[in-house]
């Protein structure tokens, strides 16, 4: 019983973090790259027009912890509910995406 608890607790340590890039490859790197948070938020990646629609990548973390990717569009020009949540509709600004966080293209 208490492999079978290390083991459930060294899952949940080194993390079951599933890279954005990863859960929804694209072909070109992505037009913005915003870190929106520091100790905890999300991690978007916009394409401001591919394949005629907008398409946002993002993702939720913290220090210990992640949310699975998700994918929002809209159409060319428009919002996503993400922009929409961290202010990008309005002019707010997009924190540069450290190096670790840059997006892979696949």
Excluded at 24 to 38: E, I, L, V
Excluded at 64 to 88: I, N, R
Aim: proline letters at 7%; hydrophobic letters at 35%; charged letters at 15%.
């Amino acid at each position: 019983m208490t492999r079978l608890a290390l083991l459930l607790l060294l899952g949940l340590v080194c993390g079951c973090c599933r890279q954005a890039w990863n859960a929804f490859p694209m072909s070109t790197p992505p037009d913005r790259q915003c870190h929106m948070g520091s100790v905890h938020g999300h991690d978007l990646y916009v394409w401001e027009c591919t394949g005629g629609q907008k398409v946002v990548i993002g993702r939720y973390s913290a220090e210990m912890s992640c949310g699975s990717p998700e994918k929002q569009t809209a159409a060319c020009g428009a919002f996503t509910p993400l922009e929409a949540q961290y202010h990008l509709d309005t002019g707010a600004a997009c924190p540069s995406m450290p190096s670790s966080g840059q997006w892979q293209v696949k």
